[in-house]
């Protein structure tokens, strides 16, 4: 089992910036990424970032170019700093991870409201 919890989200106004972090804890193999999910209400849950332990990135459409993940595994820890943030990232952001044997873990959950 591995455990997630996220931090950092808050409200801000449409231009700021945000940066939510994520520590993880308990069985983590090596190999895994990790990454952050959001869902807006009503809609789907959909990927915003992954960051794998090799480096490779991966970023939805909407949010390359204002988006960065970032990982330190001393710490078991991944980050997503959020710039030029828009009313349509309003949502609640998940902290995922995931390795090759089948595991699958969420965070709890934090909100971030962004305001026109």
């Known amino acids: 089992q591995v455990q997630l919890v996220e931090s950092g989200g808050g409200l801000v106004q449409a231009g700021g910036s945000l940066r939510l972090s994520c520590a993880a804890s308990?069985?983590?193999?090596?190999?895994?990424?990790m990454g952050w999910y959001r869902q807006a209400p009503g809609k789907q849950r959909e990927l915003v970032a992954t960051v794998s332990t090799r480096g490779t990135t991966d970023y939805a459409d909407s949010v390359k170019g204002r988006f960065t993940i970032s990982r330190d595994d001393s710490n078991n820890e991944v980050t997503l700093q959020m710039n030029s943030l828009r009313p349509e990232d309003t949502g609640v952001y998940y902290c995922n991870h995931e390795d090759y044997y089948g595991g699958r873990y969420w965070g709890k959950g934090t909100l971030v409201t962004v305001s026109s």
């Open positions: 308990g069985r983590i193999y090596v190999n895994h990424v």
